[in-house]
Structures are given as structure tokens and as C-alpha cells.
């Protein structure tokens, strides 16, 4: 499979680049979202 081609090409490191951005993207929105539904939490007790 991996011969005549290195193991990974542009368009493939390129792709894992973005997943690993859209998944620390989606981190942080989870983050935030978490801090304000907590914030709310507190605010309504």
C-alpha cells in the first residue's frame, strides 16, 4: 500500500491538520460552553 508513495502526502498531513484544528476548535466551544452553562447554573440558586 505504502510503496512508491511516502507513508503520508501533503493532502494527508494537510487533512490531519484540520482535524486536529476542528477538534481543538470544538474543544474550546465545549469549554465555553460549559463555563457559561455553569455561570447560569450559579446565578439561578
Same mark, same amino acid.
Given at each position: 500500500?505504502?510503496?512508491?508513495?511516502?507513508?503520508? &502526502?501533503?493532502?494527508? !498531513?494537510?487533512?490531519?491538520? #484540520?482535524?486536529?484544528?476542528?477538534?481543538? &476548535?470544538?474543544?474550546? !466551544?465545549?469549554?465555553?460552553? #460549559?463555563?457559561?452553562?455553569?455561570?447560569?447554573?450559579?446565578?439561578?440558586?
Amino acid at each position: 500500500y505504502l510503496h512508491g508513495r511516502g507513508a503520508l &502526502d501533503s493532502d494527508d !498531513l494537510l487533512y490531519l491538520k #484540520e482535524q486536529m484544528e476542528a477538534e481543538e &476548535d470544538a474543544e474550546r !466551544l465545549r469549554q465555553r460552553t #460549559e463555563k457559561r452553562a455553569f455561570a447560569a447554573f450559579k446565578i439561578s440558586f
